[in-house]
């Protein structure tokens, strides 16, 4: 849960090309732009394009300012450095005699400077070649052996190689036009395109504040972080996510790998916020051939955007999401969470094991969040679907052509409305394969205010034959109610039960029992 604030500013077009190992631990953080009317006010086009063959580290270009000097007859030069801050001395022109001269001057030239921020590292024994073409966004490099001018405001640097790398580099820290996030890499603005091949080390995370038009396209983000960090803006709650999309709208992330360093996936309480990809209430986000994997929180979150007001203050679900081919595994948390989306189509998705469930629509706020005209796909996964939300804002929700191969979990589905209203649309599973454990507390389909869930021409298959306890198919409560049609079910202790105001609905279809003898117990519902 976060508190955002939203940048304006028109749309520009800016292209990163990344080729190597990047791993760029000293570069200085950079904000995000407040939303003053310099960040609304509409640019120029900008383009830029960086590619980068072997390891590179970027540091800020700084002056160092000129000394305080004193007093003479005659102003005295300064002098200027783009590289790191050095005592400048300072020459003066003075009528007073050669040894009072001598004293100032010497004075003069031990007077402090102005504090600087430059972090310098070595260059690679590579070519690093960048090209600038934004006017207000300058690239410079005291060290390279080439610099040439293309055209207006275009300037195109080349840093030296060298067997040793002895020579430091620097990069100036300019804030660009436009600017709505920021990464290892450098800033982030409307428009931009980022194409990245290898490897890049989040040293910090990518954070894009109410961005548009923006598209991270290859590479492989490794993300060593072990701290949980504070919620980015300032809200409930901590978490250091290796993406964080803050509102905005039509994101891109494809054809990219993120890991982190939870390589058992296992849970850890002051680590479940780090998810690999956070989105709070973008309108139009695509993920295409996204592989996550070992991270501490959720592979993929999907939260509201909030306002100053913290938990209470919801101003919208994620919208319009688009998921393909999206494959996790180890999650520290929840495959997807489904905390708060409202439109979402998800196709050829992959959950490996996580610590918690496959998907998950435990909204913190039932009546406020939940998971709404959501779709999946052709999807395969081993875990739970929780459903923990407000009726009316749960529903419909659709799985089909989905497999589970095996599970670890007694249900493959729990739902628990606690708001008393009915679900805004059907629960509902379609030619799909699944599986339930085995278990003598909970039921296949464990139903608590689901008030409209279908299962249509799917096999429904519980427990394995060596279990000793074969559970209910199913389990319904607070006016749940659940059909199933032409359905294969097979491998139920009992039929289940429904409670009062409860009813299940079964018409065609095969039901085969598992007999029920000692050893094996089939519990009653």
Not at 157 to 175: C, E, I, L
Not at 329 to 352: K, W
């Amino acid at each position: 849960m976060h508190v955002r604030r939203w940048v304006g500013g028109g749309p520009k077009f800016r292209t990163v090309l990344v080729t190597g190992f990047l791993t760029l631990g000293a570069v200085a953080s950079m904000g995000v732009p407040e939303a003053s009317a310099a960040a609304k006010a509409k640019g120029s086009v900008s383009s830029t394009t960086i590619a980068t063959t072997a390891p590179l580290s970027v540091a800020s270009t700084t002056t160092t300012a000129p000394a305080k000097q004193a007093k003479t007859t005659k102003s005295a030069p300064t002098t200027t450095s783009t590289t790191a801050a050095t005592r400048t001395p300072v020459t003066t022109t003075s009528t007073t005699s050669t040894t009072e001269a001598a004293a100032k001057k010497a004075k003069a030239a031990e007077a402090p400077v102005a504090p600087t921020s430059t972090t310098t590292r070595p260059t690679s024994a590579s070519t690093t070649t960048s090209t600038v073409t934004n006017p207000t966004s300058t690239t410079t490099d005291p060290t390279s052996t080439t610099t040439s001018t293309t055209g207006p405001g275009s300037t195109t640097t080349t840093a030296p190689g060298g067997s040793g790398g002895k020579s430091p580099k620097t990069q100036a820290s300019v804030r660009v036009p436009n600017q709505c996030g920021r990464s290892p890499m450098g800033p982030i603005t409307n428009g931009q395109t980022i194409t990245t091949t290898g490897t890049v080390t989040l040293t910090t995370p990518i954070i894009l504040d109410n961005c548009t038009d923006v598209t991270f396209n290859g590479g492989t983000f490794n993300d060593p972080n072990t701290s949980p960090g504070k919620a980015y803006g300032g809200g409930v709650g901590n978490g250091r996510p290796a993406f964080t999309i803050v509102s905005g709208s039509n994101i891109v992330l494809e054809n990219l790998k993120i890991s982190g360093v939870n390589s058992g996936g296992e849970y850890r309480s002051d680590l479940a916020f780090n998810s690999g990809i956070w989105t709070d209430g973008t309108n139009g986000l695509t993920v295409a051939n996204v592989k996550v994997a070992h991270v501490f929180g959720d592979c993929l979150t999907l939260a509201p955007l909030r306002s100053d007001k913290g938990s209470s203050g919801i101003i919208s679900p994620v919208r319009n999401l688009t998921v393909n081919d999206f494959r996790a595994n180890a999650c520290g948390r929840q495959g997807i969470a489904l905390s708060s989306v409202n439109g979402a189509a998800l196709t050829n998705v992959t959950i490996g094991a996580t610590a918690f469930d496959a998907f998950d629509a435990e909204a913190d706020q039932p009546g406020k969040e939940g998971a709404m005209n959501v779709t999946v796909d052709q999807c395969s996964f081993s875990g739970l679907i929780a459903i923990k939300a407000g009726g009316g804002f749960t529903g419909p929700i659709t799985f089909s052509n989905c497999t589970m191969s095996g599970t670890t979990s007694g249900s493959v589905l729990s739902v628990y409305n606690s708001s008393g209203r009915p679900d805004a649309g059907p629960i509902s599973f379609v030619n799909d394969a699944l599986r339930c454990g085995a278990s003598a507390y909970v039921s296949c389909f464990q139903l608590d205010g689901a008030t409209n869930t279908n299962v249509q021409n799917s096999t429904v298959t519980i427990g394995y034959h060596q279990d000793l306890v074969h559970e209910a198919a199913y389990s319904l409560s607070g006016n749940s109610h659940i059909t199933f049609a032409d359905d294969v079910v097979k491998g139920f202790g009992k039929l289940g039960h429904a409670w009062a105001g409860s009813a299940a609905v079964v018409t065609g279809g095969t039901w085969t029992a598992q007999n029920c003898h000692a050893p094996v117990v089939c519990p009653g519902h």
